[in-house]
């Protein structure tokens, strides 16, 4: 990749705008942060951000992805090169502890994962943009519902939101960086995401006499321990696997030998290779322990979201705008992905694209991590987030890609 000096006046420009703009920013944050609602059933939140992006000019398109909407800034010139900046909408079933003025006025619904942050700097980078004009292309903004059950984004591709992009950015906030700071990784960031289901059948039976019968729940515990087991000799342990038994559901009464048992859980995963051999190597494992102690078994493998790989120049492109907006100061690469997964990856089937790391925490208390009821976000995060975004926008047109 090949990348041109951004002018400094621009940059001055992006963040004298940002600057001007930062009360209502904050604003803006704070009403989504007192009003989030729950996956798939943002209405209100798509109905405010649709004002917002049409006041500062953008083309939108609402009831994309069920509860989502497009915002289009056309770019000046004949570049036909599109850019997509994905922000997610949706809120968590927690109930806020959080000590702030604009805390949740929905009982047992919070913004505890920064998706307020997410949407104001996805608003913020559109308004700047607008305002600063003289893109050579145009600019799709995907605002999307749903991520935290991994289905928006699938949704929102569906309804055509990919359609003739060339690359895609955005953000997710990370309160383990301070506020002020942008964090980087090149390759694999979150992992693929799987759904489990095993149901293992037995033969019922008095519990005074096991032999009588075959136990569902012993079956039930050899599985969860061989799988286990499994993991640390049987898979490349440079290429991890993550298998964790959230519910087990079976048995009747104590003196009673289950018949049925019901295991469900998450498979987390970083390497595609690894990705595609999971199902079959879960079920050799189950089916040899239930053939050896003559249970059954029906086995749910549900595939969820693929793992997030952050395109190289997409990268390249966040770190220059990073360091060129805030200095070689405020960068922060990570070296090490989440096993977390994220339905970003979804859009990256469709182009390439990379996800960057907002720093949200404070530097003076303790952070509370991300789905945690007093999770709480530096707000001087927003400006960080929309001036990183917009530069590095702004540097795309500028640039040349290797895909």
Known sequence: MQTQDLPTPICDRIHTITQKLAPRLIEIRRHLHSHPELSGQEYQTAVYVAGVLSSAGLHVQEGVGRVGLLGTLK?????DRLLAIRAD????????????????????????????IHTTVGLGTAMVLAELGGLPGT??????????????????????????VSHILSLHVFPSIVAGKIG?????LTAAADDLEITILGESGHGARPHEAIDAIWIAAQVIASLQQAISRTQNPLRPVVLTIGQIQGGRAPNVIADQVKLTGTV????PE????????????????????GGKYHLNYRRGVPSVQNDHDLTQLLESATIEAWGRDALQIIHEPSLGAEDFAVYLRHA???????????????????????????????VTGVVTMATAAYRYWTMELCN
């Not at 980087?184 to 694999?188: L, N």
């Not at 079920?283 to 053939?291: F, G, K, T, Y």
């Open 184 to 188: 980087i990784r090149y390759g694999s």
């Open 139 to 164: 600019v799709r903004f995907l605002f999307q519902s749903a991520e935290e059950i991994a289905q928006g984004a699938e949704w929102m591709v569906q309804d055509g939101a990919m359609e003739s």
């Open 352 to 382: 390439p694209g990379s996800m960057f790391r907002l720093g949200v925490g404070f530097s003076d208390r303790v952070n509370h991590p991300l789905h945690h009821p007093e999770f709480e976000a530096d707000e001087t995060s927003i």
């Open 75 to 79: 770019g000046t010139g004949q570049d």
């Open 274 to 293: 690894t990705h595609a051999s999971l199902p079959t190597w879960i079920e050799q494992i189950v089916a040899n322990v239930c053939s050896a102690y």
């Open 89 to 116: 909408m949706d809120a968590l079933p927690i109930q806020e502890r959080a000590a702030i003025d604009f805390t949740s006025r929905t009982p047992g619904v919070m913004h505890a994962c920064g998706h307020d």
């Open 268 to 271: 987390r995963s970083l390497h």
